[in-house]
T-cell receptor, first 115, second 110 residues
Framework: GAVVSQHPSWVICKSGTSVKIECRSL??????MFWYRQFPKQSLMLMAT?????????EQGVEKDKFLINHASLTLSTLTVTSAHPEDSSFYIC???????????FGSGTQLSVL | GQSLEQPSEVTAVEGAIVQINCTYQ??????LSWYQQHDGGAPTFLSY????GLEETGRFSSFLSRSDSYGYLLLQELQMKDSASYFC???????????FGKGTTLSVSS
């Protein structure tokens, strides 16, 4: 099946710094990617929809200036958490729709810990 | 608002059959998916229903009734490795993101 690669797997950073997370579709082109956030023992919450070559669409309550999304190519989307704070500590997961329209393939996730 | 309801926890023994129900209320509906997630891992696709009826994939089957806004995931011949969280998720329109339920934690014991 389609493969989505996400890096890094985990990152620890100091409060106030920025962290970039990369999401790549390895064997297919993804015009649209989705970014989710998941807190422990909770569901996946959609943060934003990333569209290649255009601005991302953010869900209500998600600060677009804090969570910068760039989808510069058909295989790469990045999420930058700017000026990270401890409350941003979470599991961030990207996904892309594969060749079969109804399936979403997920990256392995990034565990962010902000000290 | 949108809501997807599923039981929070289910326990079973190896070899048993378990059914995880999901009822949904969303502004649009295109299809219902099921995903499995082990602790610390990413969700993996299990099944998709776009039309009413049963879809079977090996030990896992999924059912959808659009008129009842209801679906279920059926897991047969349970194995210890099936212990994980299971999420139902709705696609409201083709090409859009999945909206996930809160997840059901399945614990399989020997």
């Amino acid at each position: 099946g389609a493969v989505v690669s996400q890096h890094p797997s985990w990152v620890i950073c100091k409060s106030g710094t920025s962290v970039k997370i990369e999401c790549r579709s390895l064997d297919f082109q993804a015009t649209t990617m989705f970014w989710y956030r998941q807190f422990p023992k909770q569901s996946l919450m959609l943060m934003a929809t990333s569209n290649e070559g255009s601005k991302a669409t953010y869900e209500q309550g998600v600060e677009k200036d804090k969570f910068l999304i760039n989808h510069a190519s058909l295989t790469l989307s990045t999420l930058t958490v700017t000026s990270a704070h401890p409350e941003d500590s979470s599991f961030y997961i990207c996904s892309a729709r594969g060749p079969e329209n109804e399936k979403l393939f997920f990256g392995s996730g990034t565990q962010l810990s902000v000290l | 608002g949108q809501s997807l309801e599923q039981p929070s926890e289910v326990t079973a023994v190896e070899g048993a059959i378990v059914q995880i129900n999901c009822t949904y209320q969303t502004s649009g509906f295109y299809g219902l998916s099921w995903y499995q997630q082990h602790d610390g891992g990413a969700p993996t696709f299990l099944s998709y229903n776009g039309l009413d009826g049963l879809e079977e994939t090996g030990r896992f089957s999924s059912f959808l009734s659009r008129s009842d806004s209801y679906g279920y995931l059926l897991l047969q011949e349970l194995q210890m490795k099936d212990s994980a969280s299971y999420f139902c998720a709705v696609i409201q329109q083709a090409g859009t993101a999945l909206i996930f339920g809160k997840g059901t934690t399945l614990s399989v014991s020997s």
